[in-house]
């Protein structure tokens, strides 16, 4: 197998994954569980997507912040990715961050729903990107 043949295995993993966490959040939110919950799964979904598309890159990070700013700068400022779908990989991931790391802080079935859709457009353009390669 080439290294290009792996790169896109790899590639097509992490895609997976991200089909899972979506999956995930919306059978979550079908049962009325945690929106905690729900959020955790929809920014995976999204994560493993841009995991997906560094896979291309020479980058590699050990925290998500560093994940996220690469794809910010090389990604969307870059106007290698849409603006605005971009974002909400940074709006999920403050709500996520805010809904683990602080302390009374509930989320609200209205705060969390729409992001399935964002993640799934989200999604859908990495794996535009991806088929491209």
Not at 12 to 31: C, H, N, V
Not at 37 to 60: D, H, K, P, T, W
């Amino acid at each position: 197998m080439t290294i290009d043949e792996k790169r896109k295995q790899l590639a097509f993993y992490r895609l997976t994954q991200a089909d899972e966490s979506i999956d995930e959040a919306l059978f979550l939110l079908k049962g009325r569980k945690s929106p905690r919950s729900i959020i955790n799964r929809i920014y995976y979904g999204m994560f493993y997507s841009v995991l997906a598309l560094l896979v291309f890159e020479q980058y590699a990070s050990s925290k998500h912040s560093g994940v996220i700013s690469f794809f910010n700068k090389h990604f969307i400022k870059e106007g290698n990715f849409p603006n605005d779908p971009g974002s909400y990989l940074n709006k999920s991931f403050a709500l996520r961050q805010r809904s683990d790391y602080r302390e009374y802080i509930e989320l609200s079935y209205d705060q969390v729903e729409p992001y399935l859709n964002k993640a799934q457009e989200f999604i859908d353009i990495v794996k535009m990107i991806i088929n491209k390669k």
